[in-house]
């Protein structure tokens, strides 16, 4: 059997994925790319998602939240780092403005390791901030 190994995602290849994963962003990802607004780019994919909580499409949520995932784990330093502090610490915003079964139920198709993530930061920031 061949090794294999994986190309590391990096800033344009995790853009590039984000077009084809949200086409309704496709537009917007572009001009922030050209930008060289990565931060920019998670928080319309944040806006996006919050937008379809709103609108209880908690199954299509949760389908984008595994696409990021799967950038998440492939991805280089920089790339995992905006992930979690940005689409990642916007869970806790989710939580508050969503019906508790709604968000019962994303948090439970949630990846294990976003779970992770994202329990870690509610721990550091009660320490820190007393949240």
């Given amino acids: 059997m061949m090794n294999v190994?994986?190309?590391?995602?990096?800033?344009?290849?995790?853009?590039?994925?984000?077009?084809?994963?949200?086409p309704p962003l496709r537009n917007e990802i572009t001009q922030l790319s050209k930008q060289d607004n990565f931060a920019g780019i998670m928080q319309a994919t944040v806006n996006y998602l919050k937008n379809l909580l709103q609108e209880s499409k908690?199954?299509?949520?949760?389908?984008?939240?595994?696409?990021?995932?799967?950038?998440?784990?492939?991805?280089?330093?920089?790339?995992?780092?905006?992930?979690?502090?940005?689409?990642v610490r916007s869970f806790e915003s989710f939580k508050k403005h969503t019906k508790i079964q709604h968000w019962k139920l994303l948090y439970q198709y949630?990846?294990?390791?976003?779970?992770?993530?994202?329990?870690?930061?509610?721990?550091?920031?009660?320490?820190?901030?007393g949240k």
């Fill in 110 to 129: 949630m990846p294990v390791n976003f779970q992770v993530i994202y329990n870690d930061q509610r721990k550091q920031d009660k320490i820190f901030f």
């Fill in 58 to 87: 908690v199954n299509i949520i949760a389908h984008h939240i595994k696409l990021m995932d799967m950038i998440h784990k492939g991805g280089d330093t920089y790339v995992k780092d905006m992930i979690e502090n940005i689409f």
């Fill in 5 to 22: 190994q994986m190309q590391t995602i990096n800033q344009k290849i995790a853009i590039e994925y984000l077009k084809f994963f949200y």
